[in-house]
């Protein structure tokens, strides 16, 4: 039986000048600073990332899933580049489930 999958929407908002983020093993593909892919449901999946810029740019990265499932880790992603370099990087595990339906 094929896996259950969502859509998410991965959004980075930063002023480094380049950044890097892959879900699981794909690289993503940005357009307008947002990403979208297809995961499967109740795994768990890591969120990888990767800026350069001056010190101090701010970093904000952001997971969203489509209407009826929903994200469930710490985003958003806020931080910065530290003060004494000019790269950051990191991780997030996540996995996305469907709604609870209320009633």
Partial sequence: MAKKTAEVTVSVDTEADL????????????????????????????????????????????????DGYEVKGKFPIQTEIPASVSKAGGFRVFTVVKEEEEG
């Fill in 19 to 66: 950044y890097w983020v892959a879900l699981d093993d794909r690289e993503l593909k940005f357009g307008d600073d947002k990403a979208k892919a297809r995961v499967p449901l109740e795994e768990k999946l890591l969120l990888g990332w990767w800026v350069r810029g001056a010190p101090g740019s701010d970093i904000k990265i952001d997971v969203e899933a489509e």
